[in-house]
T-cell receptor
Framework: DAGVIQSPRHEVTEMGQEVTLRCKPI?????LFWYRQTMMRGLELLIY????????DSGMPEDRFSAKMPNASFSTLKIQPSEPRDSAVYFC?????????FGPGTRLTVL | AQKITQTQPGMFVQEKEAVTLDCTYD???????LFWYKQPSSGEMIFLIY??????QNATEGRYSLNFQKARKSANLVISASQLGDSAMYFC????????????FGTGTILRVKS
């Protein structure tokens, strides 16, 4: 079985550019989560969806961040415009109930 | 208040020995879940084990077991017969309804297995 798929795995961009991160959850999982991991702040939940509906976006740092889940098999996290402080590893995770299964992450570097 | 506390920034263990990684938590919700994840140097987050607050027995998954002491609010991870491949960062996490059913992670413990 394929796990959670994220793309791209690495992204290097310049400040001010739009960045779109993509996630395909495990089939059958009804919850999807976006996390950010940095050395300073550790793992932070940004937003999560239940049955494609955003439930809690209180972790989204600013209006520059937005997330969508148009269907059960796809989600995006967009940063526009990006800033150097957005540099981090962004994880997507999906869950059938209790356990959350993480994707490999996207390492974002904003120059 | 810190929801999840991992007091050991780093631990060493000799190969083939057992090691315990500490985790304490704080919640007033009677229904909650506790999780352990492993993050090797390659960066992926690997789910290891789950314990529900109402589970009567300690969770076990292969060489991993969770020493759940509800009254003490602790959920320590025990790794038996350590292997070199166990060297990684280990995160304890909790989910409770008070926090909107989200996973809240501790700061992690780096484990190094020595040969």
């Amino acid at each position: 079985d394929a796990g959670v798929i994220q793309s791209p795995r690495h992204e290097v961009t310049e400040m001010g550019q739009e960045v779109t991160l993509r996630c395909k959850p495990i089939s059958g999982h009804n919850s999807l989560f976006w996390y950010r991991q940095t050395m300073m702040r550790g793992l932070e939940l940004l937003i999560y969806f239940n049955n494609n509906v955003p439930i809690d976006d209180s972790g989204m740092p600013e209006d520059r961040f937005s997330a969508k889940m148009p269907n059960a098999s796809f989600s995006t996290l967009k940063i526009q415009p990006s800033e150097p402080r957005d540099s981090a590893v962004y994880f997507c995770a999906s869950s059938p109930g209790n356990e959350q299964f993480f994707g490999p992450g996207t390492r974002l570097t904003v120059l | 208040a810190q929801k999840i506390t991992q007091t050991q920034p780093g631990m060493f263990v000799q190969e083939k020995e057992a090691v315990t990684l500490d985790c304490t938590y704080d919640t007033s919700d009677p229904s909650y879940g506790l999780f352990w994840y492993k993050q090797p140097s390659s960066g992926e987050m690997i789910f290891l084990i789950y314990q529900g607050s109402y589970d009567q027995q300690n969770a076990t998954e292969g060489r991993y077991s969770l020493n759940f002491q509800k009254a003490r609010k602790s959920a320590n991870l025990v790794i038996s017969a350590s292997q070199l491949g166990d060297s990684a960062m280990y995160f304890c996490a909790m989910r409770d309804w008070e926090y909107g059913n989200k996973l809240v992670f501790g700061t992690g413990t780096i484990l190094r297995v020595k040969s």
